[in-house]
């Protein structure tokens, strides 16, 4: 928000150059991979001292490298949230030391938003509403049922509940439409895999597969290609992201439709630690622009994309 303690010392760094502390999830994904080489290349860029930390996907591991920022005394912390709950203890510290928090990437549950000045992300309802409305119409004129797996993102992740919700709002349009199983693949390859490898086990004539990014989908796609089927024709593919090797799957037919999600947040977030650093106001919440992908978009955007 605007107007909380940050404002009372926001003179910045004496000598003119800022300190971030940023705190990562991971490193469980390609979109992972994008994002955190955007943050370290703008924070180069803008002459931003960068404190990075990699939490493995542990919130434990979050709020220790946050504490140690908080001790390092840095000018503003900025962390992707592994999950949306327990952040209110460590973000009181913070706030009672000075130092502002921008959340990048995912939300968190709160009773206090005012923990935070800013949280620069998608909107993950909406990517999850934008693949269930394609699907929805993919199959408006079935007569059948169309039985969907889902492969969800971490446990109590944002990412995993809003793509869940958004997916499901939209899918509601069309009564044919059916989640028949659903399970967490952690975001991994190597959790894609095994759970689409237990749905191919245990679920009939599974006709689509709704993946929440691109690494559970290609993960899946091995799974699937080992059972003997034809990612992208036995099984319609849908995936949130667009990185690299999930643009390729889906121009070689193996994915049918990739709801984009931009990991290049690093400009952004550089933009708004100078601001809430220098006493300016910001907006609480900057939403960020993506698109969606068929395999004609795929081949027109590839060359010129950076991962
Ligand atoms: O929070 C963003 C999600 O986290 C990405 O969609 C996924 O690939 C990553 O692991």
Redesign the pocket.
């Known amino acids: 928000g605007c107007g909380t303690a940050a404002d009372a010392d926001a003179v910045g760094p004496p000598d003119g150059r800022l300190t971030m502390g940023f705190s990562q ?2 490193s ?5 991979t994008a ?1 955190t080489k955007s943050i370290q290349e703008s924070a180069a860029a803008a002459g931003v001292e960068l404190l990075f930390s990699d939490a493995q996907q542990s919130r434990d591991r979050q709020i220790e490298a946050i504490r140690s920022f908080i001790a390092q005394r840095v000018d503003v912390i900025a962390f ?1 949230p592994v999950v949306e709950t327990g952040w209110d203890p460590v973000l009181l510290e913070a706030r009672q030391a000075g130092i502002p928090v921008i959340l990048t ?2 939300a968190i549950q709160t009773s206090d938003s005012s923990l935070y000045q800013s949280f620069l ?2 909107d ?1 309802i909406e ?1 999850g509403n934008k693949a269930g409305t394609w699907l929805s119409d993919l199959y408006n004129t079935a007569e059948e049922p169309v039985s969907i797996v889902e492969i969800r ?2 446990e109590d ?3 995993a509940i809003e ?1 869940k919700l958004g997916f499901g709002a939209a899918i509601a349009q069309n009564p044919n439409l059916k989640i028949v199983a659903s399970a967490s693949g952690d ?2 390859r190597a959790g894609g895999k095994a759970v689409m490898r237990d749905f191919l086990a245990s679920t009939p004539d599974i006709d689509v597969l709704y993946a ?5 989908g290609l993960g899946a796609i091995e799974a699937i290609e080992e059972a003997g089927e034809v990612p992208g024709e036995d099984i319609k593919i849908i995936t ?2 667009a ?1 690299r090797e999930g643009m390729e799957a889906l121009i070689d037919g193996k994915i049918n439709y990739i709801v984009e ?1 931009n ?1 290049l947040l690093g400009p952004q977030l550089m933009e708004l630690a100078r601001k809430i650093v220098a006493g300016e106001r910001v907006l609480q919440r900057v939403v960020t622009e993506e698109t969606v992908f068929e395999r004609s978009g795929a081949l027109a955007a590839l060359p010129g994309r950076r991962y």
């Open positions: 999830v991971g469980e994904s390609g979109w992972r994002n992707s990437d995912r992300g998608s993950f990517e993102g971490t992740s944002a990412p793509r975001f991994t929440h990014n691109d690494d559970m949130v992201d990185v999600c990991p």
